[in-house]
């Protein structure tokens, strides 16, 4: 009684073969019948591979993404801006790193708890998904802070940019029960080079977005020369 199942399974391994034998126009008589089997079979460990390849990139993918946000975490992210700097400095090519810290957001957590605090995470997220380019590189570091990648454009692009991305974020409101949830966002801007290395362009970016609350919370607008505050 116990083989008849792997008999059944045999055959039905044989099915797709035997159906790619006739339509190649191959007598099947004139196929062993042996032949057939091992056909089947490596087929079956072909769909099983193919299966497993899925689930491990299925895997790889979700130990690269917030779980929250849907967007990159700080795993993800580090591997994300690796890369860039390699490409960077192999064809010379310009992008920008912009670090973010959320304004307000501490008293969203204390006031209205944590789940009133992940929406605003979430929305936040979404809004920078929403504002840059399907090829630039969204991610949530940690808490409430959060970087983007910006390629291929000039310092002057990315300063606008930056600029563009706070007021987005300022202008993002959240519906929560009877009331309505936002916050701010003071953003650091670092041009990447060829030189640049992980840690180092992570601190400039770093000092930027310090330097940039420093000016927000002296109700500021970014000078002209923002970009200066990131060397």
């Known amino acids: 009684m116990p083989a008849a199942p792997r008999a059944r399974a045999a055959f039905d391994d044989r099915q797709p073969v035997r159906a790619e034998i006739a339509r190649a126009g191959i007598p099947s008589r004139s196929v062993p019948m ?12 072909n769909a099983a591979l193919k299966a497993e390849q899925a689930r491990s ?18 795993r993800g992210f580090d591997r994300e801006l690796r890369r860039t700097l390699a490409y960077i400095k192999r064809y010379w090519t310009r992008a920008a790193l912009i670090y973010i810290d959320l304004d307000g957001f501490k008293p969203v957590n204390d006031r209205h708890g944590h789940a009133a605090g992940d929406a605003i995470l979430k929305a936040v997220a979404a809004t920078l998904v929403r504002s840059v380019r399907a090829s630039d590189i969204v991610a949530r570091l940690g808490g409430d802070e959060f970087a983007v990648i910006l390629w291929n454009l000039s ?22 029960e009877t009331e309505t949830l ?3 966002a003071s953003i650091g801007l ?11 362009a992570l601190a400039k970016a770093d000092r930027a977005m310090y330097a940039r609350k420093a000016q927000r919370k002296g109700n500021i607008l970014p000078p002209r020369g923002w970009i200066a505050l990131t060397r």
């Not at 089947?40 to 460990?45: C, N, V």
């Not at 310092?155 to 929560?176: G, N, Y």
Request: net charge negative; aromatic share 4%; charged share 25%.
């Open 57 to 74: 990139a299925a895997l790889e993918a979700s130990a690269d993404t917030d779980a929250l946000t849907e967007v990159f975490n700080r």
């Open 190 to 200: 670092s041009m990447l080079g060829p030189d640049d290395e992980l840690a180092d």
């Open 182 to 184: 936002s916050v701010g």
């Open 34 to 45: 042996e032949l057939v089997t091992l056909l089947g079979e490596i087929e079956r460990l």
């Open 155 to 176: 310092e002057a692009d990315a300063a606008a940019k930056a600029f563009a991305l706070e007021a987005a974020v300022a202008e993002m409101a959240v519906a929560w």
